[in-house]
Every structure is written in structure tokens, then in C-alpha cells.
């Protein structure tokens, strides 16, 4: 049996700002940087020690993963990162207020470009898409790998090549991963690993500073479905206030 952990980075300041945030650069606020040191704890007393790292390329998915490991002890543990791992690109939402955006155009638009699987939001300006396109972490890719905005469809298919040859092969190897990631790239992988449809990944949030774990047979077939939070009850709550974002006014 083999041991998968996924953590969602500590809130950043565009989380408690109400912004959509995706491929941008958000630092994690001052506060919510306990939720990393907490994460930490959670692991220790769980016996859940990584032996490996994977986060995106983005630095609250780093600053996260580091402190983890810091507080671990194991700030030696190697460290693999990828776009692909990256939140999913909100193309033309990017930094716009959440409440905006549902004020905008109504709230069954903001609830499918936030939460349906098929629905990619509006894409990014041209001239931003090119400064995007010009950031050296991503100047080994080809411009067109590099999406004006994404789908949730649009992660998962990005992300599965990365879960194949990396996370999924580390597993299979004895290996326990720790995956740093983001709101909804990792809605992307439970989608995966619990074989959700469309229609339940729509209801899925998954909360910041909790590590999600779960058991996985020889088929890297989770033991029980949705996996386990290390602190279950902050888990619902906080997983209901990321549910109810930019819908109140
Ligand atoms: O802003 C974003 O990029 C994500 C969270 O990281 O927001 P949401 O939960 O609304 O998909």
C-alpha cells in the first residue's frame, strides 16, 4: 500500500482578498503562514513523513512546500516542480474580484466559470498572455502550451501526464509524495483518484493548509473514497467558507 499526501498551499493574500488568483504570483498573507506550520504538525503526529516534494511553479505552492519540509526536519527532501501542477489559469478573471465578477454576469455564469468542469472563463488579454509567455519559468515551453485561460477539462488533461510519469510513478516505487498544490489543480487530481463525475467535482472544494491523504492499493486505487483529512472538522467548515467565496452582496 502505498502513501499519497496532497496539500493545498497556506491562504494567500489574493485568497483573503476575494481575487480569483491562477497563474499570478501571490504571497502567502503574514497570518496564514501557520496554516503551513500547522500542516507540518498535523503530518508529524500522523507519522506522515514525504520522502519526496512536488509542487507548481507558482511561489505560494513553493513558500508552502518549504516550510512543511523546514518543520519536518527534512528541508534535504527532494524537491520535484512543474506548471503543470500549477492552479488552473482564470484567463480574463485573473486578479478581478470574485463578489465583481458574480455581480457582472450573474451568479449561474460566476458558478460555471468557477466550478463546472467543461466551462473555461474568458481568456486573457493579448498583451498580458504575451508578459505571461515571457516569464522564464516558462521559457522551455512552447508559446501555445501556454493557455489564455483554462477549463477545470483543461487541468486535468495538463496535470495526468505529470501524475503518469512523476507522483504515480513514485508511488509505485514505495515512495510517499507530498503534492503542494493549489485549490484546483488538486480538485483536478481527487477527480482522478476518486473517478468523480463532472457533476460531483462541481460540489468539491478543497480547503487551504490541510494535508489530504490517502492510501493507495498496488492499482493506486484509493482504499476509501475522498481520501482522509489530518483535521476533518476545519477540513468541512473551511472547505464551505472556499464554497460560499465572492457569493455574498
Ligand atoms: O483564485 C483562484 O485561482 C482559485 C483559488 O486558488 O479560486 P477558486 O477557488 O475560486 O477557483
Keep these: 500500500m502505498s502513501k499519497l499526501i ?30 503551513a506550520h500547522k500542516a507540518a504538525r498535523l503530518l508529524h503526529s500522523a507519522d506522515l513523513l514525504p520522502d519526496s516534494i512536488h509542487t507548481s511553479v507558482l511561489w505560494r505552492s513553493i513558500h508552502t512546500a518549504q ?47 468557477r466550478r463546472s468542469f467543461e466551462a473555461p472563463p474568458p481568456p486573457m488579454p493579448p498583451d498580458e498572455l504575451e508578459n505571461l509567455r515571457a516569464d522564464p519559468r516558462y521559457a522551455d515551453l512552447p508559446h501555445r502550451t501556454i493557455p489564455a485561460c483554462e477549463s477545470l477539462a483543461d487541468v486535468l488533461t495538463r496535470l495526468l501526464p505529470y501524475w503518469i510519469d512523476e507522483i504515480a510513478a513514485e508511488l509505485r516505487h514505495g515512495g510517499t509524495p507530498l ?3 493549489h485549490g484546483n489543480s488538486l480538485r483536478a487530481l481527487v477527480m482522478h483518484l476518486d473517478q468523480l463525475s463532472p457533476a460531483q467535482v462541481a460540489g468539491l472544494n478543497i480547503p487551504t493548509g490541510i494535508p489530504l491523504c490517502y492510501d493507495l492499493d498496488e492499482m493506486l486505487t484509493s482504499k476509501h473514497s475522498g481520501g482522509h483529512y489530518l483535521d476533518p472538522d476545519t477540513a468541512e467548515s473551511a472547505a464551505e467558507a472556499i464554497a460560499a467565496e465572492g457569493e455574498a452582496g
Aim: cysteine-free; charged content about 20%; glycine content about 8%.
Design 67 to 113: 516550510i512543511v519540509a523546514d518543520d519536518l526536519g527534512r528541508s534535504w527532501l527532494p524537491v520535484h516542480r512543474s506548471w503543470r501542477l500549477n492552479e488552473r489559469h482564470y484567463g480574463a478573471l485573473t486578479t478581478r474580484k470574485k463578489s465583481h465578477v458574480r455581480l457582472q454576469v450573474g451568479t449561474h455564469q460566476y458558478r460555471l466559470w
Design 6 to 35: 496532497l496539500l493545498r498551499h497556506g491562504q494567500s493574500t489574493a485568497n483573503a482578498a476575494g481575487e480569483f488568483t491562477g497563474w499570478t504570483d501571490a504571497a502567502l498573507t503574514e497570518i496564514r503562514q501557520l496554516e
Design 179 to 181: 503534492v503542494v498544490a
